[in-house]
């Protein structure tokens, strides 16, 4: 999965999941936003039950749905042989990236710092960048020598003469789980 959030003053002000993690934006296997009436249309059209329109949304949507592959690695590489849906599948993550950050641009009044952070925000250099084209309204400008420099630590990808700041953070998720689930098991 993935999402975005807009943070104030250290402060979440908004997350691009809903109450569950299908809304929001495209990812591997998930729809992101979607009309709501989606499930009648399904269940109507396609006689489809609700929870044959769940699976179908959360495990055979987003890049999956696009391109039939939920991995972005394998998405570029068919994009790079000249796939079609894979270039789609490409266009449609990045464009929905690209929305919400614009979007949370406007939520929090300017722009300070975006931070790529996980999966495809840490290790793919091409989509990094792809989400931040055509932002310079926003005064986003990556750096291409940074943005593809290798790196295991906290970074800047930003231009010098970007308004804002970008940010690769290397995330310890699994760490994290660990640390989380041994405190659950010691506080019993």
């Known amino acids: 999965g993935c999402s975005m959030s807009a943070i104030k003053n250290g402060k979440s002000l908004d997350t691009s999941m809903g109450m569950t993690p299908l809304a929001g934006l495209i990812m591997g296997t998930r729809s992101g936003d979607i009309d709501p009436s989606i499930w009648l249309h399904l269940e109507k059209t396609a006689d489809l039950s609700s929870d044959e329109i769940d699976v179908l949304l959360n495990n055979e949507s987003g890049l999956r749905g696009i391109c039939g592959e939920n991995d972005m ?10 796939d079609n849906r894979a270039q789609l599948a490409f266009e449609m993550f990045t464009y929905s990236v690209k929305k919400y950050i614009g979007a949370y641009a406007a939520v929090l009044g300017k ?22 084209e055509g932002l310079e309204i926003l005064g986003l400008r990556i750096d291409q020598q940074k943005n593809t420099s290798e790196s295991s630590t906290p970074r800047p990808i930003h231009h010098k003469e970007s308004r804002s700041a970008v940010f690769v953070i290397p995330t310890k998720e699994e760490m994290e789980i660990a640390d989380q689930t041994v405190e659950v098991i010691t506080h019993k």
């Open 73 to 82: 690695r394998n998405i570029h590489q068919r994009r790079n042989s000249g």
């Open 111 to 132: 722009l300070d710092a975006l931070v790529f952070t996980a999966g495809i925000g840490e290790n793919d250099p091409d989509t990094r960048l792809a989400c931040c």
